[in-house]
T-cell receptor, first 110, second 115 residues
């Protein structure tokens, strides 16, 4: 079967770093995506990994290890506006068929 | 233009009504999607259109009927819905199979309430 796991909630202080892990078991692999979703809003794309390694985009970085079925999203210099749900999504062997994890609610405290 | 526009933003309908949700994008994307999202849950894939042809139907009940009139438009026709169908319906688009990456661009969603 297909499974994507990520922690339910994480809390961190403004200015700190938080790492959100995602493990997956899917039929085939055509990329892993991270999205941010604020309450009541649509998800917005953050990053994409298809090859092993680290992708850096400003304060956000994402890492992928295909052999381990593992990814993480690193949020640096946390700001209050980073409080949101972070969704890990994998495209398996069917093009266009994204499977989303349940999301990790990140709470940033002053 | 990097937007996916959905209308209406809110819709309340009875179980015998027929209504439609509309989605439009002008980014030249060739894949369009319907997702359903319940509160505090991840989006669930319903349908995927690739080059205006239905490529994925995730065993969605026939009371939901998608339509893709052209490469920029995607509709979801609703008929005889149940209260449990109340949810946020998200439209998304992406470059398509020939494009690199494939990230989804989501609209703001249509919040549907079935009475």
């Amino acid at each position: 079967g297909q499974n994507i796991d990520q922690p339910t909630e994480m809390t961190a202080t403004e200015g700190a770093i938080v790492q959100i892990n995602c493990t997956y078991q899917t039929s085939g692999f055509n990329g892993l995506f991270w999205y941010q979703q604020h309450a009541g809003e649509a998800p917005t794309f953050l990053s994409y990994n298809v090859l092993d390694g680290l992708e850096e985009k400003g304060r956000f970085s994402s890492f992928l290890s295909r052999s381990k079925g593992y990814s993480y999203l690193l949020l640096k210099e946390l700001q209050m506006k980073d409080s949101a749900s972070y969704l890990c999504a994998v495209m398996g062997d069917s093009w266009g068929k994204f499977q989303f994890g349940a999301g990790t609610q990140v709470v940033v405290t002053p | 233009d990097t937007e996916v526009t959905q209308t209406p933003k809110h819709l309340v309908m009875g179980m015998t009504n027929k209504k439609s949700l509309k989605c439009e994008q002008h980014m030249g994307h060739r894949a369009m999607y319907w997702y359903k999202q319940k509160a505090k849950k991840p989006p669930e894939l319903m349908f995927v259109y690739s080059y205006e042809k239905l490529s994925i139907n995730e065993s969605v009940p026939s009371r939901f009927s998608p339509e893709c009139p052209n490469s920029s438009l995607l509709n979801l026709h609703l008929h005889a819905l149940q209260p449990e169908d109340s949810a946020l319906y998200l439209c998304a688009s992406s470059l398509g199979p020939a494009g690199v990456g494939g990230e989804l661009f989501f609209g703001e969603g249509s919040r549907l309430t079935v009475l």
